[in-house]
Structures are given as structure tokens and as C-alpha cells.
């Protein structure tokens, strides 16, 4: 591939993460191809940083007027779901109502393409969510802590890249699913999350060190891997359920990577 091809493979990457990833205005990419994709998904945590680190610094703004933990937690969840028109949280309400459906798979898949939101869907986006909002509310209110809030809200748009893998197929020949599906190479995938794993851990021991914060680095260790299982085993249950991925079922593994990294950063 020439360098220009590689340079703009990369731009529209980034712009199909913006685009897909948030709900503020950017420019569209040119082209949407495997090397595309591949940018877009393996990226995406990256791309949407700085939305999560802002929103997480509102929270830590209303802690500082002495608004309580948990108010400023669902404050920073609303603005992150703001940012991205929900459309995270709608693919984990739709994709609990498909795999708590308990149907055979072509009905799995018509519930979830129906978009109303079922008991199981309304339950995901309660505990999933508020959860997060808890989880959240504790660290804004911490020495440091809306850095590694915003951090573990980004890390959670790592699940795309796991369920982009090669091996990972689409449950649909349309939609975004099928234009992700195994866009990501394994080996990229490990790199990624052994790289995101030492870049929170190092951050945390900086602010802990350096700046007086208290969140262990540990901590985050532990959140990628209480993370990673809770998308991983999703994304098990969806391949053996549905076939494969779909843009709702990105949007819940991207939840729910979320919440697995906010829970390790509880621990102390």
C-alpha cells in the first residue's frame, strides 16, 4: 500500500470513529473499506477520549459546588449519552431484549431490529447504566479521579476492536456489523489492550504519586480484566446466539466494557 493510500485510510478512519462513535458534528470519510474499518474500530477509545474526559470533568466541577456523588455521576453519564445520541445504550437495551428473548435466532434478530425496548432492555440500561453513573460519581468526587473517570469511559469503545477481530463473524450480511466484522487483526487487538492496560496503570500511579490521587494502579489492571470478561463473555453469547456481531451488539459490549473498568477502579 502507497503512503498516500495509508495516510488516507487513516484519515477516513478516524472520521468513521467520530462519526459512528459520537453524535458531534466532523467531516464524513471519503471511503468506508476493510482498512477503514479497521482504523475506526481499533481506534475508536482513542477518537472519543477527549468527549469522556470533558464530560468526566464536568462531574468533577458539580463535586467541587458540593453536589453529591451520585447527581454528578448520572450528570456525567447523561452528557456522555448526550455526545453520542445513546447509541450505545440502545444497542445493550436492544441486544438484552434479543439474547433474554430466549427465541430461536431469526427472531433473536428481528426483536433486536425492531427497536422498541422490551422488560430485559429496560433492566440492562438500569443496572448497566445507573451502575456507571454510581461508579463514576465516586470517582469525580476523588483527588484526580475524573481523569481516570473520562479514561475508563474511553476504554470502553476498546470492546469494538475484540469484537472486530478476524475470527468474529457478522449475524447479518447488512449494517454495520457486516461492514466491521473482522476488520481488526488478532495480533492488534492483544496490542491494543496490553498497551491501554499500561497506559492506565502508569497514569494511576502518576496521579497517586505525583498529584495526591488514590486510586491504586492495580485498579485498573483489574478493570481491563473485569472488563474484558464481561464484553467477552457478551460477545461469546452473541456469536453462539445470533451468529455473529451487530451494531447493537457493539453498542452493548461497548457498555458493558465500560462499567467492567469503572467496577475495577472501585477496588482498593
Do not use: N, Y
Request: aromatic fraction near 4%; glycine fraction near 14%; charge should be neutral.
Amino acid at each position: 500500500m502507497s503512503d498516500g493510500a495509508r495516510t488516507s485510510a487513516l484519515g477516513d478512519g478516524l472520521c468513521l470513529a467520530w462519526g459512528t462513535l459520537t453524535a458531534l458534528p466532523g467531516p464524513a470519510p471519503s471511503r468506508v473499506d476493510l482498512r477503514v474499518a479497521r482504523v475506526a474500530m481499533g481506534a475508536g477509545w482513542l477518537v472519543v477520549l477527549p468527549v469522556m474526559l470533558a464530560a468526566a470533568a464536568g462531574g468533577w466541577g458539580l463535586s467541587l459546588l458540593g453536589v453529591p456523588p451520585l447527581a454528578s455521576g448520572l450528570v456525567v453519564i447523561a452528557l456522555v449519552q448526550l455526545a453520542t445520541k445513546a447509541i450505545h445504550a440502545d444497542g445493550l437495551a436492544d441486544t438484552a431484549d434479543g439474547l433474554g428473548s430466549g427465541r430461536p435466532r431469526e427472531r433473536a434478530l428481528e426483536i433486536m431490529r425492531r427497536g422498541d425496548v422490551g422488560p430485559m432492555g429496560v433492566t440492562a440500561l438500569i443496572l448497566v447504566l445507573g451502575l456507571q453513573a454510581v461508579l463514576v460519581g465516586d470517582l469525580v468526587s476523588r483527588p484526580w479521579g475524573w481523569v481516570l473517570a473520562g479514561f475508563a469511559l474511553a476504554t470502553g469503545r476498546l470492546a469494538l476492536a475484540a469484537a472486530c477481530s478476524t475470527p468474529v463473524p457478522s449475524a447479518r450480511p447488512e449494517g454495520l456489523g457486516a461492514a466491521v466484522a473482522g476488520s481488526v487483526p488478532t495480533w492488534l487487538t492483544t496490542a491494543l489492550h496490553l498497551g491501554v492496560m499500561l497506559a492506565g496503570m502508569a497514569l494511576a500511579d502518576v496521579l497517586a504519586t505525583q498529584l495526591g490521587g488514590d486510586v491504586p494502579r492495580h485498579a485498573w489492571a483489574w478493570g481491563l480484566v473485569i472488563g474484558t470478561v464481561l464484553a467477552s463473555t457478551t460477545l461469546g453469547l452473541a456469536i453462539r446466539k445470533l451468529g455473529g456481531i451487530t451494531g447493537d451488539v457493539l453498542g452493548a459490549l461497548v457498555e458493558l466494557m465500560a462499567l467492567g473498568v469503572l467496577l475495577g477502579l472501585a477496588i482498593r
